[in-house]
């Protein structure tokens, strides 16, 4: 497993930066039209849905961002691994970011708990 970062394609890498600075429209961008979101077990379809999504989710907490590592899982996926520390119940959470792409664009994204 690479956890080299720099080889993370760049939409992975642009995408997650937008996303760090909860800029919600930049990260968007990224998806294709009929992305599918999952987060926690909550699903949303599609761009619009999905910036909704990004610009809402957590945002009545504060919080850090560390990027923790990445790997390539196959040819279209990719996981990043964040660590998040703030004001949201438990403090602390590390969580994968599951990247499916299709050409340049995210087609998936699965955000979960990261195994202990």
Do not use: K
Request: hydrophobic share 40%; no cysteine.
């Amino acid at each position: 497993m690479t956890q080299h970062t720099d080889l993370i394609p760049a939409t992975v890498r642009e995408f997650f930066a937008a996303h760090v600075a909860r800029d919600a429209g930049t990260a968007s961008s990224f998806f294709t039209d009929d992305v599918v979101l999952v987060d926690q077990g909550e699903t949303v379809r599609g761009r619009e849905e999905a910036h909704a999504f990004l610009r809402d989710a957590g945002s009545e907490f504060e919080y850090t961002t560390e990027q923790l590592g990445a790997h390539r899982a196959d040819d279209t996926r990719w996981v990043v691994t964040v660590r998040l520390e703030g004001t949201f119940p438990g403090g602390v959470a590390e969580l994968d970011y599951r990247f499916t792409l299709r050409g340049d664009r995210i087609a998936e994204l699965v955000i979960a708990n990261h195994p202990a």
